[in-house]
């Protein structure tokens, strides 16, 4: 059994609207026990949902990062192709 006190009057009073209407019983009466565990659900769900936006927004960044770090070591390397003389100029 579950008992859960200092509820406010007008959250109790959807709870029971929304346990009666959407897990009724062949009483007739809400399962709130469903009904608690529905609402369970959705809460964790819609933290993960959270979490993962922040994760593919972090790595929407590092893609790009990575995507800028690649494209400078490219022209890194077209630079380092060539020799440089002693006298400054450059030859393949």
């Not at 709870?15 to 959705?42: H, N, P, Q, T």
């Not at 922040?54 to 400078?72: F, G, Y």
Request: aromatic letters at 8%; a negative charge; one cysteine or more.
């Amino acid at each position: 059994m579950l008992v859960i006190n200092r509820v406010p009057t007008k959250t109790r009073t959807e709870f029971l609207k929304f346990a009666d209407e959407e897990f009724s019983g062949d009483d007739g009466r809400g399962d709130y026990g469903m009904a608690l565990k529905c609402i369970w659900d959705f809460f964790k769900g819609q933290n993960r949902n959270d979490k993962l936006d922040h994760i593919e927004d972090r790595m929407i960044v590092l893609e790009s990062t990575l995507s800028q770090v690649i494209s400078d070591e490219s022209n890194d390397k077209d630079d380092d192709s060539k020799q440089t003389m002693l006298d400054g100029s450059k030859i393949e």
